[in-house]
């Protein structure tokens, strides 16, 4: 891929953001769309004002948006992207969707002879700002190859998954397992403090020990801080748990322990936690053994 071909970056979300400064400081000509105009103006000129403006000579499209509603709105609705688009362009979808979606966009696309990627990154706030994020992609290798380039300008490992939808799986039972992950991790804390530990002399131990990984390392202190500053939001978290649950359900695969994690998700995004970290499954955790501790008190 020629790095002056145009690119338009729909979705100027915490991630999205910093994954288009990234390109364009990897000298890609990137053109940047939101839907809330000033989160766009963050990132700087050149700004379209529609999806299809964005897309208007540009070979190259990525996606960054919430979910498959998002995506296929911002490609397909009032003045999306893929009206404006050349037979030969790329759909490059870097959101957490389900692989039937992925499946129903590229076929959508494929009717117009536009090729389309389904690329998920994990590694939150932190790898996208420093361009060291994990981009798992879905699709024909000779469209990966085409796409790679950009991938490396935005991420530290980049793999090639397998065919359409293999990207996304793969994003949605990464995620899935790093719910439960954060899950436990928040169920053990609620029964150190229970027990009256010195929290901080338990993670210590955690992580030198077997119980030692990057999800005690990133959502420990939050948790007995209690403070939540989203790197990834929980309603997010949430929603690819239910997508992983869903697509386990079609194959007639159980995830029971996935599912246990989405009941305390959803917990806490009805307690009005969803805009915050997923860290935050936390006080789900706490508010579920709260009514107990308070009756063996009395």
Known sequence: METRERIAFLGMGIMGSRMARNLRAAGFDVVVWNRTRARAEEVGEPIA???????????????????APQVEEVLFGDDGAAAALEPGSLVVDMSTIAPSAVKSIAGRL???????????VTG????????????????HPA????ARPLF????????????SGHGAMVKLLNNAVAAVNAAALAEAFDVGEAYGLDMQRLVEVMSAGSAGSVMLGLKAQ????????PLFKLAHMLKDVRHC????????EDFELASDAE???????????????????AEAVRARTAPRQGTDAA
């Open 143 to 146: 469209e990966f190859e085409r």
């Open 245 to 252: 649950l869903a697509e386990a359900d079609a194959l007639g």
């Open 110 to 120: 494929a009717e117009h002879d536009i090729h389309f990627v389904d690329a998920p």
């Open 124 to 139: 939150s706030k932190p790898r996208a700002e420093d361009g060291t994020l994990t981009i798992m992609a879905g699709g």
């Open 263 to 281: 009941a305390l998700y959803a917990a806490a995004d009805a307690a009005g936690l969803g805009d915050e970290d997923f860290a935050a499954v």
């Open 152 to 163: 490396e300008a935005m991420g530290k490992l980049v793999v090639h998954a397998g065919p």
């Open 49 to 67: 004002d529609t999806p299809r403006a964005a897309a208007a000579g540009a070979g190259v499209v990525i996606t960054m948006v919430v979910d």
């Open 222 to 229: 939050p948790m007995l801080d209690r403070s939540y500053e």
